[in-house]
Structure formats: C-alpha cells, structure tokens
C-alpha cells in the first residue's frame, strides 16, 4: 500500500494531515485558552505579575548582624539574568499552557482514539496559531525538535528538492553555524558551492554582492537571518528576496532571534524560528514553507515526513501560547527593552577603557547589545561576572572549549575576544542593569590585572 510520505513527492508543499474522526481542529482561541488567553489584563506594561528571571544568590558582600562577635553572612542577593538568547525564561503562560497538556495531550497525536484524536487537535491548533503569528496558512507550519533541527532541514531538504535548478546555495558569512555546516552538507552532496558573501562592520550583509549572487545561474537557495542574533544587526530581507523572487531562487530567513521580539514581515518563502528565545519551551523549533517551495525529503521515511517522530505536544502548545504572549505584548517590551539597550551601549563605551560596542546602534534587535575589551580573556571575564550574580555570554567562542573567536565578529572585522553579550528577557529591570554596568569596569579592570594587562 502506498503511504502519503514517499519519497516520490518533491513539491515541497506540507502534506495535509489525514483528518481524523470527532472534532474540528483546535482553534487559536482554544489554544489560548489554555493558561493565555490575550487579554489587556495578561499584559501588565509594568511587568506586574509576571515570573522575573531572579533567583536567590549569595554574593560576597556580607552584611552586619547584631552580635559584633559573629561573624558576618553574606546577603542574599537576587542573580540578573541578562542571557535570555535563545533559552529565555519560561513565560507564565506558557507554564500553565504546558501543565495542562500534560493532562489533556499526553497521548499519541496519530492514534484514532479519543485520546489520539484530542492530542491532534492540541497540536493543530499550536501549529494554526503560529500561523496566524507569522501570516501563514497551518498546514505550512512544521514543528522541529528544535531549532537547529529545523534549519538543517530547510537547507537540505529545499536544496535537494531543487537539485535539478543548480547546486549552490547562498549565505552571508554571518549566518548561524547550523545554517554554515548544512549549506556544507548539501553542497557536497550536490556537487555545488556554498557561496559565502561578506558583511559590512556592522554584521550587515553586503546588499550589493548579495543581490548578485542569488541572481547567479545555478542557485537552489539562499539564506539570510532576518537579525544576527550575536551582535543584533538586522538584515535586509525585502530586497533580498525580491531579488530571490525575480532569479525564482527560494529565501529561507532565519527568524530565530526575532520572531517575538519585532515583526519578522513576509519577506521569506522558508522561515525557521526557535521556540526559546520567545519565552516558550526550549527544545522546540518551526519551520514555515510557504506553498510552491520545492522540497525532498532527506530522512528515512516516516509518517512525520520532515521530522521523523514528531514533537511533545504539551511543548507544542506552550510554545504557542509563549509565542502568542510575547506577540501581543512586542511593543511594550520592544520600548522597554531598547532604552535599556541603549543604556548599556553608552556607558560601556564611556566608562570602560578599550572597549568596542558592536552592531548597528540603530537598526538592530531591541534586545541584543554585545560589546569587547582589549586584554581581556571573555571566558574569564563571564566567569567573574557570574560570580557576582551577572548571567552573561560570551561570543568570544563558538564553544566553551573550542577558543576559537566568534565567526561573526571576525566576519565583521571588530575585536573577537573578551566579548560579552547580553540578551535582555522581557521584565529586565533597570535598575539590575545598572548594577550591571556599575559592576562591569571594575571586573574588567581585575580581568586584566589577573592576565597581566596592567600599565598598557
């Protein structure tokens, strides 16, 4: 008998799901429904009851107790969370979201019992209500089992789909690494060439040569962010793909930095977003393929065509809902979150010597702000943040281990190493970011002397 998923199929379409007996599918207000649904009341602009991402921490300053006999104890003081990129803090919502489907939607999503057949409609109505975030129709939304996964897939599966088109495929040299090593991939197997195009010293593409390039004969795809999520920079994906469109070259944007955080437009025919960075669930991914992009498949058949095995439905659902939330509050965050990007970006550059604030000062991410110091060790520096209750990253290296500088700030040609980045979540407080910036010279300064940078 002959399944729905063959490999036969190359019209890149998502296939519709057989419809299963009892009821419709969920609706997006049922989806929100569960533990968020979009009131004024959900969205305090003060950040009022809302979950803040503080625990409770010791730091090494002590306080006084009565007895001058005993000795001091060091005062419990909240940890700033300022690394929410891609693993942002659980928004309430989605808490309650997740809960629920625990108990409504543990069940196999392709079984035709009831239970089977209410896990589907929780799945489908996540799915429909990413849609209606991102202008799409629901059955060109795809879930991933994470974002990385997704991307992958984009690349691989739309350049097989269009092997016959040409081989190479297109991207800035600031793209994520999932997008590099699968461009690699499918260009190897392809016979093509990744064409890798340069950025300007803000980590924008070079509009110019990207514009030649997807207009070059024998392209199956290109690929541009839609903001660099290292240093923030947004790219420009209207003329690319209206570039794209006129060569018939398919965009795939990586939205994995921005989708919740700014309006991401329809200027993509593939879009990959990461359900963490938004505040839902981490370990889920979408992926968005607008009808008539050419697709293959590049997975052993399975009857989740593109993501063999499915995903969590209670994560499924919490993600839509997180991603709902974090849409009907954007503006008010995005306000919030800029002036203390901007902040942050003044008195970095005043007030710490040889120092580099990166990215675009204005078209960028409201969220994101990185910055370098001369003779500084950036695993140092983030480990002494740390100690003093500041959760920061670093895009001094691709990895923990590896040492190697960051991809992008050496695409951008600006200082790779004692870099730290900072990705505000929503309810981040001024007045922890100012202890922040209060606190950051004189670590930087101990940094260097610890090295032996001192009297430079």
């Known amino acids: 008998m002959t399944t729905r998923c063959q490999h036969r199929h190359t019209t890149g379409r998502t296939q519709r799901r057989p419809r299963h007996p009892g009821p419709p599918a969920t609706s997006v207000r049922a989806v929100q429904g569960y533990g968020a649904t979009v009131s004024p009341h959900d969205h305090d602009p003060a950040g009022a009851g809302r979950e803040r991402p503080h625990v409770t921490h010791a730091t090494a300053a002590g306080d006084r107790t009565a007895d ?3 000795p001091a104890r060091p005062a419990p003081t909240a940890r700033v969370v300022l690394d929410a990129g891609g693993h942002a803090p659980l928004l309430p919502q989605a808490r309650a979201a997740f809960v629920e489907a625990l108990d409504q939607g543990w069940a196999d999503p392709r079984r035709l019992h009831a239970e089977g057949r209410r896990a589907r409609m929780l799945l489908d109505g996540a799915r429909e209500a990413v849609a209606g975030v991102v202008g ?5 939304v795809d879930l991933a089992p994470s974002h990385t996964a997704a991307l992958h897939t984009a690349v691989l599966t739309v350049a097989r789909g269009r092997r016959r088109a040409g081989g190479d495929v297109v991207v800035p040299a600031v793209e994520r690494a999932a997008v590099l090593h699968a461009a690699d991939t499918a260009v190897a197997t392809s016979g093509g060439t990744r064409v890798t195009v340069p950025v300007d010293h803000h980590g924008r593409v070079d509009l110019d040569l990207m514009l030649a390039a997807v207009a070059a004969p024998g392209v199956a795809l290109a690929a541009l962010q839609h903001a660099n999520g290292e240093v923030g920079t947004l790219q420009p994906t209207a003329e690319v793909r209206a570039a794209a469109a006129r060569a018939g070259v398919p965009l795939l944007v990586d939205a994995g930095s921005s989708l919740g ?17 938004w505040g839902g669930p981490g370990g889920l991914g979408v992926l968005v393929t607008r009808a008539g992009v050419r697709r293959s498949p590049v997975a052993p058949q399975d009857e989740d065509r593109w993501f063999p095995g499915g995903v969590s439905v209670p994560a499924a659902l919490a993600a839509a809902v997180a991603l709902q939330v974090a849409a009907a509050d954007r503006d008010t965050a995005d306000t919030a979150r800029r002036a203390l990007v901007d902040t942050v970006r003044a008195r970095v550059g005043a007030e710490v010597p040889d120092a580099e604030v990166v990215g675009d000062p204005d078209g960028r991410l409201p969220h994101v702000v990185t910055f370098s110091f001369l003779y500084v060790d950036g695993e140092a520096l983030v480990t002494a943040l740390d100690a003093l209750g500041f959760a920061v990253a670093s895009g001094s290296a691709c990895t923990s281990s590896s040492l190697e500088p960051s ?3 050496a695409a951008m040609g600006v200082l790779t190493h004692g870099n730290v980045r900072l990705s505000l979540p929503r309810g981040a407080r001024a007045d922890d970011v100012d202890r922040f910036l209060d606190a950051l010279p004189g670590v930087v300064e101990r940094v260097r002397h610890a090295g032996g940078a001192t009297g430079l």
């Open 407 to 409: 991809h992008v700030l």
């Open 136 to 140: 799409a129709r629901t059955e060109d």
């Open 68 to 70: 001058a006999g005993t």
């Open 261 to 277: 955080h700014v309006d991401v437009g329809g200027d993509w025919d593939v879009l990959a977003a990461d359900a963490g960075d």
